[in-house]
């Protein structure tokens, strides 16, 4: 078992094909993280700030921390292992290792988060001790421990050795790969640099121990009609396909595949698709399900998610969206519709919630319309920002009760004032700065005129939003702070006003014409091209 270069690689053991399962504790869920010692001092750490902890990484390597759980005391001499957990945030997983443990509590590596807080989630993985369930795995000093499915043995299995990529397209131009298998690897699947004009499709990547694909610097890159699954890190990244303070496009397409089972050692913000500081990129008609965190993390200019099923994601975060993007005034042009999100729901009770749509930190500039979004916490949430556009979307089904009202709950769409709290007014105007490293006399940048005032005007005000048109049914109601109401009035909303009457068996067609008195202008939104076929 190992990591290689600064933790993006994993081994796989491959039987009948499918990579197996680690050998972990617990085997379902997760334990909780208790209270922490300094592991030289013995002195209980009660500072929950991250100058605190920045200057103990300085110092120490390792902290005690006590757990409330008698399974512990089996590993005092286990070897190799490693605990991952989220352990600062339920949006934020990471992986340290253990050094040994006694009765009552164990010394562990330092991760690398803010730092840990108490009652979250963690877990154990790689250790001889825990190898009691069929499928389960174990490797140490070269040699492996296999508990088979079967009983015993009967077709061969391997483990992942090769430290490289599968595939490695550098430089080139003008590559077509249709119809083969990448199969296991430490690192990434296929990783294609400074590149154009490469067509991936038909293709299957899986048991990688990163990346299933990885694009840097690439045009013209289209991945069409595969799978990729199993993978220890994101499906799917583009990296800066095309340029997004030039607003030069990429023109990379990520169309008709289904990626599913990913994240498997790098659990957060590793989505099923990345699109990342890419520019002119699209992903549509894909199908993503069974993700521990989110499905589609985007950021850039004039990108286009559209037509994408997605589901069974969020299964292990919360505070976190499906579709994700954040922390910028500058994007501009970005485009999510048409897209079906069903069947996401916080399974930790956390009291934060898990988001269809989520849009963080004041991002701006986005348009979110003709969405369907059933069985899902909190529909839409857009945290700050400003030019913003909800339109035409459908929110219905509420997964459960509104446990956390005064915060992140689980609304059909939130809308906050973010960048007006007095903690981020600071956040803000740095956004604003940005806004500096842009050309904007060039001919591309004249269609965004509004983005040379944003520092004149008052950064962290949500002005000139949209929010308007959009039907919701048997969800909890909108909410909207005050703060965000003075700058962007709502539009008109059919929120829980009249039942839709929906045609059924995945059709939203609307049936009532009393939701066209309320709202003249919504549109029923096409559900037989979404998804991959």
């Known amino acids: 078992f190992t990591y290689v270069d600064s933790g993006k690689g994993f081994a796989n053991l491959i039987y009948k094909g499918e990579a197996q399962q680690i050998a972990k504790y617990p085997n379902d869920g997760f334990m909780k993280t208790g209270a922490v010692y300094n592991a030289s001092t013995g002195e209980k750490i009660n500072t929950k700030t991250v100058e605190y902890w920045d200057n103990l990484r300085k110092t120490e390597k390792n902290i005690y921390m006590k757990v409330d759980d008698s399974h512990i005391s089996k590993w005092k001499n286990a070897k190799n292992a490693w605990l991952g957990g989220y352990w600062y945030s339920d949006w934020s997983y990471e992986n340290a290792r253990l050094n040994s443990a006694d009765t009552v509590g164990i010394f562990m590596q330092i991760p690398e988060c803010f730092y840990v807080n108490d009652n979250m989630d963690f877990e154990i993985y790689n250790l001889l001790e825990e190898l009691d369930l069929p499928g389960e795995w174990y490797a140490e000093d070269g040699k492996v421990y296999f508990y088979p499915p079967d009983g015993t043995v009967t077709e061969d299995l391997y483990i992942s050795k090769n430290l490289d990529n599968i595939l490695k397209i550098n430089n080139t131009h003008d590559i077509k790969i249709s119809g083969i298998t990448f199969d296991t690897s430490l690192k990434v699947g296929i990783e294609i640099i ?101 499905a589609i993390i985007f950021s850039g200019c004039e990108l286009i998610i559209e037509n994408n099923e997605i589901y069974d994601v969020l299964k292990e975060a919360a505070d976190a969206g499906a579709i994700y993007a954040g922390r910028s005034y500058i994007m501009r042009g970005n485009a999510v519709r048409n897209n079906y ?193």
């Open 194 to 294: 400074s590149s154009e004009r490469v067509d991936i499709e038909n293709s299957i990547v899986k048991n990688a121990g990163a990346a299933g694909i990885v694009t840097w610097y690439s045009k013209n890159v289209n991945i069409t009609s595969s799978e990729i699954y199993n993978c220890g890190a994101n499906g799917i990244m583009l990296i800066q396909s095309g340029n997004a303070k030039t607003l030069e496009r990429g023109d990379s397409n990520i169309v008709n595949c289904r990626i599913h089972d990913c994240a498997r050692v790098e659990r957060s913000y590793t989505p099923a698709i990345s699109l990342n500081g890419s520019s002119g990129c699209r992903a549509a008609n894909n199908t993503i399900y069974n993700m521990p965190h989110s």
């Open 341 to 533: 999100l069903h069947d996401i729901r916080d399974r930790k009770n956390s009291g934060y919630t898990v988001v269809g749509i989520y849009l963080d930190d004041m991002l701006s500039g986005t348009t979110v319309e003709k969405n369907i979004i059933d069985g899902v916490d909190c529909g839409i949430f857009l945290n700050g920002g400003r030019d913003t556009v909800i339109r035409n979307n459908i929110i219905v089904n509420k997964t459960a009760e509104n446990t956390n009202p005064n915060g992140e709950g689980r609304y059909s769409i939130l809308m906050r004032d973010t960048g007006m709290f007095s903690f981020r007014l600071s956040d803000a105007a740095s956004l604003a700065e940005d806004i500096w490293t842009l050309d904007l006399t060039s001919k591309a940048w004249q269609k965004y005129p509004e983005v040379a005032d944003y520092p004149k005007d008052t950064p962290g005000v949500p002005i000139r939003d949209i929010v308007e048109n959009n039907l919701i049914w048997n969800h909890h109601s909108m909410r909207a702070y005050d703060g965000y109401l003075k700058y962007s009035p709502l539009g008109a909303n059919s929120d829980n006003a009249v039942d839709p009457k929906f045609k059924g068996n995945g059709d939203y067609t609307v049936g009532n014409s009393e939701v066209f008195e309320i709202l003249p202008d919504f549109k029923n939104i096409e559900t037989d091209k979404i998804g991959a076929r």
